[in-house]
Nanobody
Framework: QVQLVESGGGVVQPGGSLRLSCAASGFTFSAAAMNWARQAPGKGLEWVTGIDSDGSTYYTGSVKGRFTISRDNAKKTVYLQMNNLKPEDTALYIC??????????WGKGSQVTVAS
């Protein structure tokens, strides 16, 4: 069975940093595109960043220059390094498998709260 388990969230002050991890199992991780999306209370799901199996990366404009997605195929883990965090980054961060309209599995998410 496919499993995606996020970790690394927490409470941080504006300008701070966090690194999220998503541990994957139950599929051939190295062949899969992976993504991070986020959802704040009362708002819709927002795609944040993705990484293809060849290592190509993509970001939504609001996080460019601050967030970095990466993957370690040997560890079957995708990471999200978040720097210079802003209050508007507060959300549940969710790991996803798939590409474009073919996202088929989600994790339960890890909460990130940015507040002073």
């Amino acid at each position: 069975q496919v499993q995606l388990v996020e970790s690394g969230g927490g409470v941080v002050q504006p300008g701070g940093s966090l690194r999220l991890s998503c541990a994957a199992s139950g599929f051939t991780f190295s062949a899969a595109a992976m993504n991070w999306a986020r959802q704040a209370p009362g708002k819709g799901l927002e795609w944040v960043t993705g990484i293809d199996s060849d290592g190509s990366t993509y970001y939504t404009g609001s996080v460019k220059g601050r967030f970095t997605i990466s993957r370690d195929n040997a560890k079957k883990t995708v990471y999200l390094q978040m720097n210079n965090l802003k209050p508007e980054d507060t959300a549940l961060y969710i790991c996803q498998r798939g590409r474009r309209a073919e996202i088929d599995y989600w994790g339960k998410g890890s909460q990130v709260t940015v507040a002073s």
